[in-house]
């Protein structure tokens, strides 16, 4: 059912905010990593703030690490959702232990009694969920977001950013703390690569997912040039921020960091408006569970966002929700963790027709003709790896006919049968078979010298989860050589040569 979302104020007066404009350097929140804060200690000694509260969290003062004493004293986030309208629910905050321990513990939602498939867990009213809607106050101004300039996760972190800069005046301190607690990790690993260094980037080598990697970083990087696009158009939301427009006052590092925490923690609800789609969910993530064969979500329901779940739990067990059907590329860059009974990982293959080739035109009509585009994407979904070079071998056939008479009688035919010849089923399996190779010799360690590093119990998260990731596509590669060998085994004559292919396709 679509959710309905009334335009909520959030509860300020005028004393919450500062009564003239202040000079501030960027506030770096605690999730931020240390070198980062001490890289920005010059700047905040040249700056200086003024706030009427000495614990609030602005730039100018200094982060105060708050005692699980002085925590329990202010109340827990779940504490304050009931004080704010969270009804009665069936779940706890609990803890488990950070990877790093000089990191405060990970807490998680845990049912608090015993449940069944299909008890509602626990249900947020709307006056509790953050959505574009609240922060720029109108979905017209939503529409800026269809200028591919902007996303949904920039303006919701800006949005949290300025907030943060509130301190406790903040009504989402609670939620605010919470989120610096998580430090931007999920339940099962660690930080998005998004955040790690250039030396822990090296631990995917060989992957492609490396290069989306540094492609979603300039991406982060360009909607960071476009927010003070934003910050003009909202005047009414920012005039309430006694800062800087945001290119002055937060580093692009800071609003990076930012970005990533808000993308390992924001819900894409179904079936609402653009300006409530994206939603940031108390007790939603990071603080539940992610599973893959998990498929309870949340769900706008009316006035609130519910969890229903899918399957029973004993009081105390961890809530686990769906994260979509992500390949594990995915998972990693959005949540920082991968799964390996993930029954949605893919790896992709890209093909493309020569455009140096006489016959390129044909070809391209040809291919369209069934389906298939110039530069064609072929998805390998685990487990189903034959299948997947089944549906590459009629491309790349079509790739390798030279002969015009042999193309005419393809264009006259109906369906993408071409002439098979053993020489050339030798040529494109040939080239299949050196493609996948290529591919495996990427990366600087085998598939077996990947299951020995995965048996140390002190490898370090970053390179376990890296290499959790690499050795699944390992295997996906291989299945596909298996694959490809066995059909090159069951060719009628193996004396033959492969054919000589002047325009094959490209493959990477």
């Known amino acids: 059912m679509p959710m309905e979302l009334s335009r909520l104020s959030i ?4 004393e919450h905010f500062f009564s003239h404009p202040i000079r501030c350097s ?18 905040r000694r040249r700056s200086y703030c003024s706030a009427s509260n000495p614990e609030t969290l602005v730039a100018g003062t200094k982060t105060v690490a708050v005692s ?5 004293e202010q109340g827990d986030l779940k504490s304050w959702m009931h004080k704010h309208g969270l009804p009665p629910c069936k779940v706890v905050l609990k803890d488990r232990p950070s990877h790093d321990n000089t990191h405060k513990p990970i807490h998680y939602v845990a049912a608090s009694e015993d449940l069944q498939a ?10 509790l969920v953050v959505t574009l809607e609240r922060v720029l106050g109108n979905e017209t101004i939503a529409e800026l977001l269809t200028t591919n300039k902007l996303s949904e996760l920039a303006c919701l972190a800006l949005y949290l950013m300025y ?7 903040s009504f989402w301190y609670p939620y605010i703390r919470e989120l610096d607690r998580q430090r931007g990790r999920g339940q099962l690993a660690v930080e998005s690569p998004l955040l790690w260094s250039e030396s822990e980037l090296a631990y995917l080598t060989g ?3 490396k290069a989306d990697v540094l492609q979603r970083s300039e991406g982060i990087k360009r909607e960071y040039n476009e927010l003070d696009t934003v910050w003009f158009m909202a005047g009414s939301l920012f005039q309430q921020y006694p800062y800087d427009i945001p290119t002055e006052a937060f580093s692009y590092e800071i609003f990076k960091q930012a970005f990533v925490a808000v993308q390992s923690c924001v819900v894409h609800l179904q079936k609402v408006s653009l ?13 539940l569970t992610y599973g893959s064969k998990c498929k309870a979500m949340l769900t706008a329901v009316d006035d609130a966002v519910e969890l229903v779940v899918d399957r029973p739990y004993k009081a105390g067990d961890p809530i686990v929700v769906w994260c979509g059907p992500q390949p594990n590329s995915k998972l990693l860059i959005n949540y920082g963790f991968v799964d390996e009974d993930n029954s949605n990982d893919r790896l992709v293959v890209e093909a493309a027709l020569s455009t140096e080739d006489p016959q390129y035109q044909e070809k391209r009509m040809v291919a369209q003709r069934n389906g298939k585009l110039s530069i064609q994407v072929f998805h390998v979904n685990v487990g189903k790896e034959r299948e997947a070079v089944l549906d590459m071998l009629p491309y790349l056939r079509l790739g390798f006919l030279s002969d015009p008479s042999e193309m005419q009688s393809v264009i006259s035919s109906q369906g993408p049968v071409c002439p098979i010849s053993p020489c050339m089923e030798r040529a494109v399996l040939d080239q299949l078979a050196d493609y996948f190779k290529t591919r495996l010799a990427g990366y600087p360690t085998t598939l077996a010298e990947d299951e020995s590093m995965l048996t140390d119990d002190n490898l370090n998260p970053k390179k376990r989860v890296a290499t959790q990731l690499v050795r699944l596509e390992k295997k996906m590669l291989h299945a596909c050589l298996q694959a490809t060998i066995d059909f090159i085994n069951q060719l009628p004559d193996h004396t033959v040569s492969p054919c000589p292919a002047p325009y094959a396709p490209t493959l990477k």
């Open 68 to 72: 699980g004493k002085k925590e329990e």
């Open 118 to 127: 299909g008890d509602v867990a626990f249900s947020v009213p709307n006056s």
């Open 163 to 169: 907030e943060k800069k509130q301190g406790k005046k």
């Open 207 to 209: 992957s492609p997912t």
């Open 26 to 43: 960027p506030s770096l929140p605690s999730f931020f990593p240390l070198s980062l804060r001490k890289s920005h200690r010059a700047l």
């Open 275 to 287: 300006a409530r789609r994206f939603a940031l969910v108390p007790l939603g993530p990071p603080l």
């Open 11 to 14: 509860p300020f007066s005028d």
